[in-house]
């Protein structure tokens, strides 16, 4: 492709230089006409003379390679130069030659050379002479097939190159692309937090770094997500198991006696509800850690999800005869953009650990307040009677497995989970969960969203 543009290129140029020599011959012949026209005259003979007495170097006469005849209005020639070597420059004038400006045209010698002619009219001495003057361009397209020589010499020099320089020059720019999958094939899954080196994040291969380092950072949060799930789960199942075993190799132990049959199914049908309830637990945090800003969300009013979960706690609620109060400025236009179903599950955990630490007859309040923070924020308030948070454990409530040593939350304690799935939803979300330190009877949790603004 590249040669057939340089061949393409060396015959534009080839032609535009023999049109634009072709002019400058004009141009040169009609000047040489003008100045014959003065210095023609007739003798005392009546013949027609030509001065030669106007030129002070040899290199500098007029005629030294051109050609002239002289015709009269009759065709006779009157004057003819010695470079013709007596061949007629060219027939008869034709009808109109020279008549109106100066006519340009080929002519071919009886030598075979092709002269570059033009004609012009000249009155002189009452006679009306027609001028010829020509150029051999027998010297000029020597040359010109001298230049397309070396033309068609220069495009296979140039070919080579522009080779070697588009060698070096892919070399140089595909260097740091060699780099990047040399390092990228140095990543394994035991170093997935290695990174590629972005050395200009303005261009194309600094920006195909970025992306993938993006992507190594998706891959080890997964691969983050999938160990800690994977040890959490062989955490907590290995005791129910080894709890249900146990029961099991007892009860064969005692013998044939029914009652202890049914004592020890029992106890494994208690210890088997505990333990799909973490398994369910372990699988809703997995899902809530997978929670991308990418997944899909929907922007939804809170206060009415709030009155949601508390109609699905409604029996427990009125079995403990606790008294729900919902106190503070109206909320009903402040919405939020999240996960609808896990936000619900979050407030769930909230409000059923509230309701689980109330005693009998309490009361629980839940307040909304709109914050003046950077950006609108809606905080909710769930604020229980019950034996409250021991002191040192307000934030250690969202570990996983965390259970209180305090002896009056200890008995009701679940698997861990809830408050660590809830910290996690509400953080995927962009807000902050808390309890309230400052707080001297009860619990108060807090939980603060980011209200969304169309």
Same mark, same amino acid.
């Given at each position: 492709?590249?040669?057939?543009?340089?061949?393409?290129?060396?015959?534009?140029?080839?032609?535009?230089?023999?049109?634009?020599?072709?002019?400058?011959?004009?141009?040169?012949?009609?000047?040489?006409?003008?100045?014959?026209?003065?210095?023609?005259?007739?003798?005392?003979?009546?013949?027609?003379?030509?001065?030669?007495?106007?030129?002070?170097?040899?290199?500098?006469?007029?005629?030294?390679?051109?050609?002239?005849?002289?015709?009269?209005?009759?065709?006779?020639?009157?004057?003819?130069?010695?470079?013709?070597?007596?061949?007629?420059?060219?027939?008869?004038?034709?009808?109109?030659?020279?008549? @109106?400006?100066?006519?340009?045209?080929?002519?071919?010698?009886? /030598?075979?050379?092709?002269?570059?002619?033009?004609?012009?009219?000249?009155?002189?001495?009452?006679?009306?002479?027609?001028?010829?003057?020509?150029?051999?361009?027998?010297?000029?397209?020597?040359?010109?097939?001298?230049?397309?020589?070396?033309?068609?010499?220069?495009?296979?020099?140039?070919?080579?190159?522009?080779?070697?320089?588009?060698?070096?020059?892919?070399?140089?720019?595909?260097?740091?692309?060699?780099?990047?999958?040399?390092?990228?094939?140095?990543?394994?899954?035991?170093?997935?937090?290695?990174?590629?080196?972005?050395?200009?994040?303005? /261009?194309?291969?600094?920006?195909?770094?970025?992306?993938?380092?993006?992507?190594?950072?998706?891959?080890?949060?997964?691969?983050?997500?999938?160990?800690?799930?994977?040890?959490?789960?062989?955490?907590?199942?290995?005791?129910?198991?080894?709890?249900?075993?146990?029961?099991?190799?007892?009860?064969?132990?005692?013998?044939?006696? @029914?009652?202890?049959?049914?004592?020890?199914?029992?106890?494994?049908?208690?210890?088997?509800?505990?333990?799909?309830?973490?398994?369910?637990?372990?699988?809703?945090?997995?899902?809530?850690?997978?929670?991308?800003?990418?997944?899909?969300?929907?922007?939804?009013?809170?206060?009415?999800?709030?009155?949601?979960?508390?109609?699905?706690?409604?029996?427990?609620?009125?079995?403990?005869?606790?008294?729900?109060?919902?106190?503070? @400025?109206?909320?009903?236009?402040?919405?939020?953009?999240?996960?609808?179903?896990?936000?619900?599950?979050?407030?769930?955990?909230?409000?059923?650990?509230?309701?689980?630490?109330?005693?009998?007859? @309490?009361?629980?309040?839940?307040?909304?307040?709109?914050?003046?923070?950077?950006?609108?924020?809606?905080?909710?308030?769930?604020?229980?009677?019950?034996?409250?948070?021991?002191? =040192?454990?307000?934030?250690?409530?969202?570990?996983?497995?965390?259970?209180?040593?305090?002896?009056?939350?200890?008995?009701?304690? =679940?698997?861990?989970?809830?408050?660590?799935?809830?910290?996690?939803?509400?953080?995927?979300?962009?807000?902050?969960?808390?309890? /309230?330190?400052?707080?001297?009877?009860?619990?108060?949790?807090?939980?603060?969203?980011?209200?969304?603004?169309?």
């Amino acid at each position: 492709m590249l040669a057939v543009l340089l061949l393409l290129y060396a015959a534009l140029v080839f032609a535009f230089q023999y049109v634009v020599l072709t002019r400058q011959i004009f141009h040169d012949e009609v000047q040489d006409v003008e100045t014959v026209e003065g210095l023609l005259f007739f003798d005392v003979h009546g013949a027609l003379q030509l001065r030669q007495d106007y030129y002070s170097r040899p290199q500098s006469h007029l005629l030294i390679d051109r050609m002239m005849e002289v015709l009269d209005s009759s065709g006779t020639v009157l004057y003819r130069s010695p470079t013709l070597n007596g061949m007629p420059l060219s027939g008869p004038p034709r009808p109109g030659e020279g008549d @109106s400006s100066f006519d340009e045209h080929l002519v071919r010698l009886r /030598d075979g050379s092709h002269v570059f002619l033009i004609s012009h009219i000249h009155d002189m001495q009452g006679r009306r002479l027609l001028i010829r003057l020509g150029y051999d361009l027998g010297p000029l397209r020597s040359r010109m097939y001298q230049f397309f020589v070396l033309l068609l010499v220069a495009i296979p020099i140039a070919l080579g190159l522009a080779a070697l320089a588009g060698q070096a020059i892919a070399k140089r720019a595909l260097r740091p692309l060699n780099r990047m999958a040399q390092d990228t094939e140095q990543i394994t899954a035991s170093n997935l937090h290695h990174r590629l080196e972005v050395l200009n994040p303005n /261009d194309e291969l600094g920006h195909i770094a970025q992306v993938f380092n993006h992507l190594l950072n998706r891959l080890e949060q997964a691969f983050i997500q999938l160990q800690r799930f994977t040890a959490d789960a062989a955490h907590e199942l290995r005791t129910p198991i080894a709890a249900l075993r146990t029961v099991g190799e007892v009860a064969l132990e005692r013998g044939q006696d @029914s009652e202890v049959y049914r004592e020890a199914i029992g106890s494994i049908l208690e210890e088997t509800a505990r333990l799909n309830e973490t398994i369910d637990s372990l699988l809703l945090l997995a899902r809530a850690e997978a929670t991308q800003p990418g997944n899909p969300q929907t922007v939804f009013a809170v206060q009415p999800l709030v009155d949601e979960v508390l109609d699905l706690l409604q029996v427990v609620i009125d079995e403990r005869r606790i008294s729900v109060i919902e106190e503070g @400025s109206p909320t009903e236009a402040l919405n939020v953009r999240a996960d609808k179903p896990l936000l619900r599950i979050a407030i769930l955990n909230v409000l059923h650990n509230a309701v689980k630490f109330s005693p009998t007859g @309490s009361t629980l309040r839940i307040s909304y307040n709109q914050l003046d923070k950077l950006s609108p924020t809606l905080c909710i308030g769930f604020h229980d009677q019950g034996p409250g948070i021991a002191t =040192g454990e307000h934030e250690r409530v969202f570990d996983r497995f965390f259970t209180s040593s305090s002896l009056a939350t200890a008995p009701m304690s =679940g698997a861990g989970l809830g408050l660590s799935v809830a910290k996690l939803v509400i953080q995927r979300i962009g807000g902050e969960i808390r309890f /309230d330190q400052d707080v001297r009877s009860g619990a108060r949790c807090l939980i603060e969203l980011p209200v969304f603004e169309r």
